[in-house]
């Protein structure tokens, strides 16, 4: 919630006690003027009297500073507890760093000028297969990225789900586009070999960079998250 959020519920506490004061201090005065009305101004009951209405206020004022120590040690609790668990997150985020880095600096780092294609292939006995880093990258790196997403907090684990989402999107588009009965390859009107292996390799290339894409602004989002988080340790 933040400091200003904290201040924000304190001073509700204390608004709100101050009233239920003000509620008790007017039905008890109300009381004892009834009191001293209905016995004739009996000084020795309405002493008692004041006895009770001051033990009463006393117990009032003593409840409410009660309500402020313990609010306020709640929070005071709740700020340390937050703070112990931020070494973890960072770990888990700095995880996470170490495998997109390697994903968008090596495994999609895009290179024009190589012909190998990453993702498709032409297989002479079914025209084309998907080769296993497409499984790797839309996959299981997605999976093992979660194990670290999960534990920092709900803000990381929106960009995690966001990012599985636009992976998954575009994987799918990418099997739809490769397929031969897909729009993409009815336009392209392949009539050799040769025009099949180029457009396989176009629509190889376009996802390499797509994908490399996504990978490298969930990158970023993480490296944004670890620095927040190192400012918040206050090491």
Known sequence: MGEAGDLKDIKMNIVTGFLVLIGVFTVLLSWLHLLGWS????EVLISAAIGLIGAIVGG???GV??????SISIRDSAKLRE????PGKISRIENAIDILERVTEIDLAFDARSHKNRFVQVDYSTMYKILDDYNELTEIIPKKLKNDFIYIDAEAYQMYLRFKDQVQLLGMTFI????????????????????FIDFLYKRDKKFT???GMIYADLHVQLALKHEQLIEELDY
């Open 65 to 70: 500073l009660t309500l402020l120590g313990v």
């Open 209 to 211: 960079y797509q994908l």
């Open 83 to 86: 703070k112990d668990d931020l």
């Open 39 to 42: 016995y004739g101004g009996n």
């Open 60 to 62: 009032a004022i003593s």
């Open 176 to 195: 739809n586009e490769v397929g031969l009965e897909s729009e993409d390859y009815k336009d392209s009107k392949v009539t050799s070999l040769a025009g």
